[in-house]
C-alpha cells in the first residue's frame, strides 16, 4: 500500500480547481495543508481517512514544475458514471483529454476508465473495475 502520491504544479489554484473537479465526484476531498515553511500545497483523501493522500505542490525548489515522463495517478471510480463524470468535471475545469472514457477490456474484464492531463501535464487516470478478482 502507498502512503501517498504528489505531483507538481505552477498554479496551485488552476490546479486545485481541476482536482477538486475530478476527485469530489470520486470520493475524496481536500483537506487543508500547512506548508510549515515548504511551500504551497494540496492534500486530498477520503474522508475519515488518514491514508492514502494525494499531494499537489509548489516544487520546494522553488524550480518550474514539470509533468513526469512515464508517471501517472489513477484514481478508483465507484462506478462507470463516476468515471464519466470525473472526466467531464475535469475538462470543465482545465484538463485536457488523453483518452476518453471508455471499456478496456486489455486491462482486464470490466476494466472502464478515462484519461486526462491536468492543467500542468501531469498525467491523470480514473478507473472503475468492474470485475476485479485476486488470483487463484
Same mark, same amino acid.
Given at each position: 500500500?502507498?502512503? =501517498?502520491?504528489?505531483?507538481?504544479?505552477?498554479? $496551485?489554484?488552476?490546479?486545485?480547481?481541476?482536482?477538486?473537479?475530478?476527485?469530489? !465526484? $470520486?470520493? %475524496?476531498?481536500?483537506?487543508?495543508?500547512?506548508?510549515?515553511?515548504?511551500?504551497?500545497?494540496?492534500?486530498?483523501?477520503? /474522508?475519515?481517512?488518514?491514508? /492514502?493522500?494525494?499531494?499537489?505542490?509548489? !516544487?520546494?525548489?522553488?524550480?518550474?514544475?514539470?509533468?513526469?515522463?512515464?508517471?501517472?495517478?489513477?484514481?478508483? +471510480?465507484? =462506478?462507470?458514471? +463516476?468515471?464519466?463524470?470525473?472526466?467531464?468535471?475535469? $475538462?470543465?475545469?482545465?484538463?485536457?483529454?488523453?483518452?476518453?472514457?471508455?471499456?478496456?477490456? =486489455?486491462?482486464?474484464?470490466?476494466?472502464?476508465?478515462?484519461? %486526462?492531463?491536468?492543467?500542468?501535464?501531469?498525467?491523470?487516470?480514473?478507473?472503475?473495475?468492474?470485475? %476485479? =478478482? $485476486?488470483?487463484?
Amino acid at each position: 500500500m502507498f502512503s =501517498h502520491v504528489t505531483v507538481g504544479t505552477n498554479d $496551485l489554484d488552476k490546479a486545485s480547481t481541476f482536482y477538486d473537479a475530478v476527485l469530489i !465526484p $470520486l470520493g %475524496l476531498c481536500r483537506r487543508p495543508v500547512t506548508p510549515d515553511g515548504g511551500p504551497p500545497s494540496a492534500c486530498w483523501i477520503k /474522508p475519515d481517512s488518514v491514508l /492514502p493522500r494525494f499531494y499537489v505542490y509548489s !516544487p520546494y525548489d522553488r524550480n518550474e514544475a514539470g509533468a513526469g515522463s512515464g508517471s501517472m495517478a489513477a484514481f478508483s +471510480a465507484p =462506478h462507470m458514471e +463516476a468515471v464519466n463524470e470525473a472526466y467531464a468535471a475535469g $475538462l470543465s475545469a482545465g484538463g485536457v483529454d488523453a483518452g476518453a472514457p471508455g471499456p478496456r477490456p =486489455h486491462y482486464g474484464n470490466g476494466y472502464y476508465g478515462a484519461y %486526462l492531463r491536468d492543467p500542468d501535464g501531469n498525467k491523470v487516470h480514473i478507473v472503475h473495475r468492474g470485475d %476485479l =478478482h $485476486l488470483p487463484g
